[in-house]
């Protein structure tokens, strides 16, 4: 298992700022994503976060809206810019190594409202 | 394309009851399934999940499902409720072969009532 640490794990933003999400892992990991849970909802891919390389996009999330970064193995952030109350939503960072049998694990989740 | 369709957004049981939550799926390839259960401001934890082989799995905390292919079902199960399973439960597929986007139903909200 991987124990996935998320920062922060609420936070209430002023509408046309952004917020940048933290997730670290303690091992190294092949496969990290973003999640999105919007109120009453299901978890929605945003994007896989890609070591070394730009982040691959699920259809309706686009780059200039989540940027993510992954620098390494165990650590990505998620952006949410120039935010609007409809992004008010729990985004959770999930990971998962490779493997045909493998199953992924959740951080905590970013509980982000937007006023 | 894959999908999931969870039956019921809320159920209500007594503890010590049965509990059922359906769980149907499409997926146009051998599917590897999965139960989530999500307890208040937490993340999702793995309960079980279908790969291959034997049909009828076996996760955490009593918690069982069965894969039935000609229904496309897995539905989640256990034979007596305790107040603590009382929590977000969701199903996900997973294309197989090492597929790693994970699908997620709209999940059912479980309530166990005295």
């Known amino acids: 298992s991987a124990v996935i640490s998320q920062k922060p794990s609420r936070d209430i933003c002023q509408r046309g700022t952004s917020l940048t999400i933290q997730c670290q892992v303690d091992?190294?990991?092949?496969?990290m994503f973003w999640y999105r849970q919007q109120p009453g909802q299901s978890l929605t891919l945003i994007a896989t976060?890609?070591?070394?390389?730009?982040?691959?996009?699920e259809s309706g999330f686009v780059i200039d809206k989540f940027p993510i970064s992954r620098p390494n193995l165990t650590f990505s952030t998620l952006t949410v810019s120039n935010m609007s109350p409809e992004d008010s939503s729990i985004y959770l960072c999930?990971?998962?190594?490779?493997?045909?049998?493998?199953?992924?694990?959740f951080g905590q989740g970013t509980r982000l409202t937007v006023v | 394309a894959q999908s999931v369709t969870q039956l019921g957004s809320h159920v209500s049981v007594s503890e010590g009851a049965l509990v059922l939550l359906r769980c149907n799926y499409s997926?146009?390839?051998?599917?590897?399934l999965f139960w989530y259960v999500q307890y208040p401001n937490q993340g999702l934890q793995l309960l079980l999940k279908?790969?291959?082989?034997?049909?009828l799995v076996k996760g955490i905390n009593g918690f069982e499902a069965e894969f039935k292919k000609s229904e496309t079902s897995f539905h989640l199960t256990k034979p007596s409720a305790h107040m603590s399973d009382a929590a977000e439960y969701f199903c996900?597929?997973?294309?197989?072969?090492?597929?790693?986007?994970?699908?997620f139903g709209t999940g059912t909200q479980l309530k166990v009532e005295l």
């Open positions: 976060a890609n070591q070394g390389s730009e982040a691959t996009y």
């Open positions: 996900a597929v997973s294309e197989g072969g090492g597929g790693n986007k994970l699908t």
């Open positions: 279908y790969t291959t082989g034997a049909t």
């Open positions: 999930s990971v998962k190594s490779r493997g045909e049998y493998t199953e992924a694990f």
């Open positions: 091992s190294q990991v092949t496969m």
């Open positions: 997926s146009s390839v051998p599917p590897y």
